[in-house]
């Protein structure tokens, strides 16, 4: 990572943690405990070769950079309005590669510790995929998106995917569904939204974004009163598709293939409420057949629509 990469705001952070003499190894490892990936370190050393030479060694920590509205640069120091009751489920720790979760068991793929992203095979059944899949079809309508300065659910070419949901319980197999995630992520069923079904066909893509709501933005203060914070999102694949449609992590350089059955988890709230900008992702545009996802988002406190 070169450091005329960086954001102008985070370069400036950097050479007055230089100048201030602060030894690298601490502002290395504060901006790795950020968010940041390791490759980090290597433009804080440019930086220290330009500015730092002869410069006293300090162990204490740089402050943090100043909050500003953009999240492009105060990524990830921004902290969200959240309940004491976060809990431990905002990361995952894989300790094994697999996972009895009674009714099945579930491999786990790869894990990345910042962000916080793991791929989980198996998660759904071939015919529990079917079936979300053909009780989705008669309902599907343009997915929309929330409007963060109005507060209104809006269509918009960022999002090109139909879409449909489940309550709790509405059918033995959402139920069962909804039970293995509560065991797979120790999440109460109760602190998750609705499972959200969506289909792309042929040109369908969902452009780069966060999946948490920016506090500071007016319109987003109706979602934000319906159960607090999103902190997680499980993204799980009902089809394999011929061609297209990864998800994709733009800043960390990762993509997700489709796979029918398997599953991708990823958080971006700590429990202290900071949000993580390394999480912006996003859906690639289906080239060739349709992609079929479900998607359960996981809030800080117990989900209660239309509170206000």
């Known amino acids: 990572m070169e450091f005329a990469e960086l954001q102008p705001e985070l370069q400036q952070w950097i050479r007055d943690a230089v100048k201030s003499g602060h030894h690298l190894s601490v502002m290395v490892d504060a901006l790795l405990k950020a968010g940041y990936q390791p490759g980090i370190s290597q433009a804080v050393e440019q930086c220290i070769l330009d500015h730092g030479i002869g410069r006293r060694d300090t162990g204490t920590a740089p402050a943090r950079p100043a909050h500003t509205q953009s999240p492009e640069t105060s990524a990830p120091w921004i902290v969200a309005q959240t309940s004491e009751r976060n809990?431990?489920?905002?990361r995952f720790a894989a300790d094994g590669n697999q996972i009895d979760l009674g009714d099945r068991l579930v491999d786990v793929r790869f894990a990345m510790k910042r962000p916080n992203i793991v791929l989980f095979a198996n998660l759904l059944s071939d015919s529990e995929c079917d079936a979300l899949v053909a009780m989705s079809k008669p309902n599907l309508?343009?997915?929309r998106v929330v409007n963060s300065e109005r507060g209104s659910f809006d269509l918009r070419d960022t999002r090109t995917s139909s879409g449909t949901h489940f309550a709790r319980g509405e059918t033995p197999v959402i139920t069962a569904i909804e039970a293995r995630i509560s065991r797979?992520?120790?999440?109460p069923e109760e602190r998750g939204e609705p499972l959200q079904i969506l289909n792309y066909q042929v040109g369908g893509e969902y452009r780069p974004h966060y999946d948490f709501f920016n506090?500071?933005?007016p319109g987003n203060h109706g979602v934000l009163c319906s159960g607090g914070q999103r902190v997680g999102t499980l993204i799980m694949y009902l089809n394999d598709v011929s061609s297209g449609g990864a998800t994709v992590f733009p800043r960390v350089g990762l993509d997700i293939l489709p796979q029918k059955g398997a599953a991708l988890f990823f958080s971006y709230t700590s429990d202290s409420g900071e949000l993580d900008y390394q999480t912006l992702h996003g859906g690639s545009p289906v080239l060739a057949g349709e992609?079929?996802?479900a998607t359960k988002w996981l809030r800080t406190q117990d989900y209660a629509p239309g509170v206000s």
């Not at 809990?87 to 905002?90: A, E, I, N, S, T």
């Not at 797979?184 to 999440?187: C, F, G, K, T």
């Open 184 to 187: 797979l992520l120790d999440v």
């Open 215 to 217: 506090p500071e933005k």
């Open 291 to 293: 992609k079929w996802i």
């Open 141 to 143: 309508k343009p997915s």
């Open 87 to 90: 809990g431990r489920f905002h």
